[in-house]
């Protein structure tokens, strides 16, 4: 098998020698930058010479940098009741609302919405969906806008009215409490 792999890793590469030989001014076939020209940025706004290992926890690394998922019902925000915001950890843009939290029994921070939605409109949210296979079915992982950062996935299995579930990782997240913050009774119950 490994053979093979060799093999086919080979012919690949002198494939792509062959291409670049003719068109010296393409690009390779297993190197395909989102930018050619140094003034055009990508879609994300993150300063690309941010020390990632430096600036999280090993966890939160793994969680968001990585598409790693924390153990369920460990992370820190599963059983928090607290009124506020819960931010991107990496780049700190708002992501989630305090009032959209819902107990769902998966083992994460469960949202119905994600904060700057309007209706099913998530243009002024924070967040970006991506299709998704790695949990074995077709899914859809959630990633923040701004930064990239993986965050979770979205599942159609939500309460009323959106049938949302955002099932996000609490290594993704950092809470900021609002002004008079108190949890609520109803909430904790």
């Known amino acids: 098998m490994s053979r093979f792999v060799v093999r086919l890793f080979l012919v690949a590469s002198q494939h792509a ?8 001014r393409r690009i390779p076939v297993f190197i395909r930058p989102v930018s ?6 990508s879609l994300t706004r993150y300063n690309k010479t941010t020390d990632w290992h430096k600036k999280l926890t090993p966890e939160q690394y793994v969680v968001t940098r990585e598409k790693g998922t924390e153990e369920p019902f460990s992370g820190i925000y599963l059983n928090h009741y607290e009124k506020g915001m819960y931010h991107c950890v990496c780049c700190d843009a708002p992501l989630f609302s305090s009032e959209a939290k819902y107990e769902s029994g ?11 939605t309007w209706e099913r409109d998530e243009s002024h949210a924070s967040i970006i969906r991506r299709p998704d296979n790695s949990l074995g079915s077709a899914g859809t992982e959630v990633l923040c806008k701004n930064c990239d950062a993986h965050l979770g996935h979205v599942f159609d299995d939500g309460p009323d009215p959106t049938g949302q579930r955002f099932c996000i990782n609490s290594a993704a997240l950092t809470f900021k409490p609002r002004d008079n913050n108190k949890p609520d009774k109803d909430e904790q119950n």
């Not at 998966?106 to 700057?116: R, V, Y």
């Open 17 to 24: 020698t062959a291409r670049s030989a003719v068109l010296p």
């Open 36 to 41: 050619t020209s140094p003034d055009l940025q």
């Open 106 to 116: 998966t083992g994460w921070p469960a949202f119905k919405e994600a904060h700057g």
